[in-house]
């Protein structure tokens, strides 16, 4: 009994022995790039997994795929004669492995041959050809890296093809390297195929949009030679509209549609396949903060009205302090992506006993742009006029009624990692502001500048730096009250009630001339989504920044991330009316 007993341990203990553990790496790069190492380091990491639980025939097979991923990961550097010894040792914990590294010299590109087929060797092409020779990437005296290679390829290739040569391809490509002399001769051979120009224009998919709408974006003429970022401009401009969930703009490629031109060159037609977006759409939406109460809204949006490519939105808001109704009619994007609107607004407002009521029409215009270059810096500028009847009553003082008509420009740059939750970057928000009594011509100016910048702190935690001047010019006393500055509450100076720094008038707070806003905020995150704020603001609304006294605010609070941005409660203590005031927003749509 004990014998066999014995003999099973045993066998229990051979057939573990049998079997290996992941072994124990170290790399010595010998002075292999850091590119190099880390392509090793990841090969290196699948081998050894593998080597777990697989019998000692299966490891000593890896042991030498593991020396010969890591040849092939220094090729991929540009190292051609490296030598790497494996070396299998075995401590406590198992087998070993220590790989030597001596990677050699790093080839570099001596000749390059680069060779056009196709009616692109025709005589009005011969400039462009030089070009795509001379803008050849991997030059002479560079290091022959693989990713660099098949980059060069495909710029290449996509330097013919986006333009006249829709068909063009790779006939060929050869890297010949000399691995004694540390050389490599580089050969690439491209096809152009035929010149293809723009056909006829088919569309797929339109119900209710008029066909006008695609004639608006897609400007061409049957027979213009074909241009690839023409067509992703068309498509951009389509899906950059309210009309299409999405839209698609390419050469039908279908060889029953192609036309074969004298010259044989083709013809293919653009075919544009859109879907359409919901012909009518309601939303409400029901949110509480404690600078406006509860807020109510309710919106109402509708895209193609009698048939024409244009959409209209209406809506009605409602809270505490702001009550407004609006009717919007929206035209399509301009090819240059300009977006215009008019409308008509009923908006009324009660705030630290300044009530005014204002009926106004007006035009807006706003573009939106990318710097490019895979730059994440974006701009927004926006135009408008407006001709408006204000109502204005000052409780304890006077009231009045002006007509105005005032044009604004604002321009808005964003450079930030994150749009609505930044944590790296910076915006700056720079507007301008004229305007008229109808009257009496009583002219006004007004200008504003914002700055905001995020520091990445540590792990998580953001430091936020933030401030804001403006200044009105008047020559006339009836002033409509959004053209004055007044500051305080969650959004400017916590501590304070909201828009109650100003000018006092009467038992009222109203718009001043000048004001200052600066805030520092520092945001420990306890995990990813919640976490701590600490800040200190400060600001004024007052006649001259020189009669300026600064309110300062300061506190805690809690922070949160959501999907719709981060959401703050904040516990500020405003020092100047030595009060404790609690701000928050939250909002919910459906």
Same mark, same amino acid.
């Given at each position: 009994m004990?014998?066999g007993?014995?003999c099973?341990?045993?066998?229990?203990?051979?057939?573990?022995? /049998?079997?290996?553990?992941?072994?124990?790496?170290v790399?010595?790069p010998?002075?292999?790039?850091?590119a190099?190492?880390?392509s090793?380091?990841?090969?290196i $990491?699948?081998?050894?997994?593998?080597?777990?639980?697989?019998?000692?025939?299966?490891?000593?097979?890896?042991r030498?795929? /593991?020396?010969?991923?890591?040849l092939?990961?220094?090729?991929t550097q540009?190292?051609?004669?490296?030598?790497?010894?494996?070396?299998?040792?075995?401590?406590?914990?198992?087998e070993?492995?220590?790989?030597?590294?001596?990677?050699?010299?790093?080839?570099?590109v001596d000749?390059?041959?680069?060779d056009?087929?196709?009616?692109?060797?025709?005589p009005e092409?011969?400039a462009?050809v030089?070009?795509?020779?001379?803008?050849?990437?991997?030059e002479?005296?560079?290091?022959?890296?693989?990713?660099?290679?098949h980059?060069?390829?495909?710029?290449?290739l996509?330097?013919?093809?986006?333009?006249?040569f829709?068909?063009?391809?790779?006939?060929g490509?050869?890297?010949?390297v000399?691995?004694?002399?540390?050389?490599?001769?580089?050969?690439?051979?491209?096809?152009?195929?035929?010149?293809?120009?723009?056909?006829?224009?088919?569309t797929?998919?339109?119900?209710?949009?008029p066909?006008?709408?695609?004639?608006?974006?897609?400007?061409?003429t049957?027979?213009?030679?074909?241009?690839?970022?023409?067509?992703?401009?068309?498509?951009?401009?389509?899906?950059?509209?309210?009309?299409?969930?999405?839209?698609?703009?390419?050469?039908?490629?279908?060889?029953?549609?192609?036309k074969?031109?004298?010259?044989?060159?083709?013809e293919?037609?653009?075919?544009?396949?859109?879907?359409?977006?919901?012909?009518?759409?309601?939303?409400?939406?029901?949110?509480?903060?404690?600078? *406006?109460g509860?807020?109510?809204?309710?919106l109402?949006?509708?895209?193609? @009205?009698?048939?024409?490519p244009v959409?209209?939105e209406?809506? @009605?808001?409602?809270?505490?302090?702001?009550?407004?109704?609006?009717?919007?009619?929206?035209?399509p994007?301009?090819l240059?992506?300009?977006?215009?609107?008019?409308?008509?607004?009923?908006?009324?407002?009660?705030?630290?006993?300044?009530? *005014?009521? #204002?009926?106004?029409?007006g035009?807006?215009?706003?573009?939106?742009r990318?710097?490019?270059?895979?730059?994440?810096?974006?701009?927004?500028?926006?135009?408008?006029?407006?001709?408006?009847?204000?109502?204005?009553?000052?409780?304890?003082?006077?009231?009045?009624?002006?007509?105005?008509?005032?044009?604004?420009?604002?321009?808005l740059?964003?450079?930030?990692?994150?749009?609505?939750?930044p944590?790296?970057? *910076?915006?700056?928000?720079?507007g301008?502001?004229?305007?008229v009594?109808?009257?009496?011509? $009583?002219?006004?100016?007004?200008?504003?500048l914002?700055l905001?910048q995020?520091?990445?702190?540590?792990?998580?935690?953001v430091?936020?730096?933030?401030?804001?001047?403006?200044k009105?010019?008047?020559?006339?006393?009836?002033l409509?009250q959004?053209?004055g500055?007044?500051?305080?509450?969650? #959004?400017s100076v916590?501590?304070?009630?909201?828009?109650?720094?100003?000018?006092?008038?009467?038992? /009222?707070v109203?718009?001043?001339?000048?004001?200052?806003?600066?805030?520092?905020?520092?945001t420990?995150?306890?995990?990813?989504?919640?976490?701590m704020?600490?800040?200190?603001? /400060?600001?004024?609304?007052?006649p001259?920044?020189?009669?300026?006294?600064?309110?300062?605010?300061?506190?805690?609070?809690?922070a949160?991330?959501?999907?719709?941005?981060?959401?703050?409660v904040? @516990?500020a203590?405003?020092?100047?009316?030595?009060?404790?005031?609690?701000?928050?927003?939250?909002?919910?749509?459906?």
């Amino acid at each position: 009994m004990r014998a066999g007993v014995l003999c099973l341990l045993l066998g229990l203990g051979l057939a573990h022995e /049998a079997y290996a553990a992941k072994p124990e790496v170290v790399i010595d790069p010998g002075g292999a790039s850091a590119a190099a190492l880390q392509s090793i380091n990841s090969a290196i $990491e699948a081998i050894t997994r593998l080597a777990e639980d697989q019998d000692g025939g299966e490891v000593s097979r890896l042991r030498r795929r /593991a020396r010969d991923a890591t040849l092939s990961a220094l090729e991929t550097q540009g190292y051609f004669a490296p030598k790497v010894t494996l070396e299998v040792g075995e401590d406590i914990r198992g087998e070993t492995w220590d790989i030597i590294i001596e990677p050699g010299e790093v080839s570099h590109v001596d000749q390059v041959d680069l060779d056009f087929s196709g009616q692109i060797t025709r005589p009005e092409f011969a400039a462009r050809v030089q070009t795509l020779k001379k803008e050849w990437p991997l030059e002479k005296g560079m290091p022959f890296i693989n990713e660099s290679w098949h980059s060069a390829k495909e710029t290449l290739l996509d330097g013919v093809s986006r333009k006249d040569f829709f068909f063009a391809r790779l006939t060929g490509s050869q890297a010949t390297v000399d691995a004694e002399k540390a050389k490599a001769d580089l050969s690439v051979a491209v096809e152009s195929g035929p010149r293809v120009r723009f056909g006829k224009l088919t569309t797929v998919g339109l119900k209710r949009v008029p066909p006008e709408l695609i004639d608006r974006y897609i400007q061409y003429t049957p027979g213009d030679p074909y241009d690839q970022d023409k067509l992703d401009d068309w498509q951009q401009a389509l899906q950059s509209t309210s009309f299409f969930r999405g839209a698609f703009v390419t050469l039908n490629q279908d060889q029953t549609e192609q036309k074969t031109l004298p010259d044989g060159e083709l013809e293919l037609p653009v075919r544009v396949q859109v879907s359409e977006a919901p012909a009518r759409r309601f939303t409400t939406s029901l949110g509480v903060d404690s600078d *406006n109460g509860i807020g109510v809204e309710g919106l109402y949006r509708q895209n193609v @009205v009698f048939g024409q490519p244009v959409w209209i939105e209406t809506g @009605v808001g409602i809270d505490r302090n702001r009550q407004r109704a609006f009717f919007d009619v929206n035209l399509p994007p301009t090819l240059s992506g300009y977006k215009d609107s008019v409308g008509v607004l009923y908006d009324h407002s009660d705030i630290e006993g300044l009530d *005014n009521s #204002r009926l106004g029409l007006g035009w807006k215009r706003k573009r939106e742009r990318e710097a490019g270059g895979g730059s994440r810096v974006g701009y927004e500028t926006q135009w408008g006029l407006i001709a408006a009847y204000d109502k204005t009553d000052i409780s304890g003082g006077d009231a009045f009624e002006v007509p105005t008509l005032v044009g604004t420009w604002q321009w808005l740059r964003r450079d930030v990692d994150k749009k609505y939750d930044p944590r790296e970057g *910076n915006l700056i928000d720079f507007g301008l502001g004229a305007g008229v009594t109808l009257d009496k011509g $009583e002219p006004f100016y007004r200008s504003s500048l914002r700055l905001q910048q995020w520091w990445p702190m540590g792990r998580r935690d953001v430091l936020t730096l933030r401030g804001e001047v403006g200044k009105v010019w008047s020559q006339t006393d009836r002033l409509p009250q959004d053209f004055g500055y007044r500051t305080g509450g969650a #959004r400017s100076v916590r501590g304070y009630r909201y828009q109650s720094i100003g000018l006092e008038s009467g038992d /009222a707070v109203v718009g001043a001339p000048a004001l200052a806003v600066a805030s520092v905020e520092y945001t420990h995150y306890f995990t990813e989504q919640l976490g701590m704020n600490f800040f200190v603001d /400060a600001g004024d609304a007052a006649p001259s920044f020189g009669q300026m006294k600064m309110s300062l605010g300061y506190g805690v609070g809690l922070a949160v991330r959501t999907p719709a941005g981060p959401f703050f409660v904040d @516990v500020a203590y405003g020092q100047r009316d030595h009060r404790l005031r609690l701000h928050f927003s939250l909002g919910i749509a459906f």
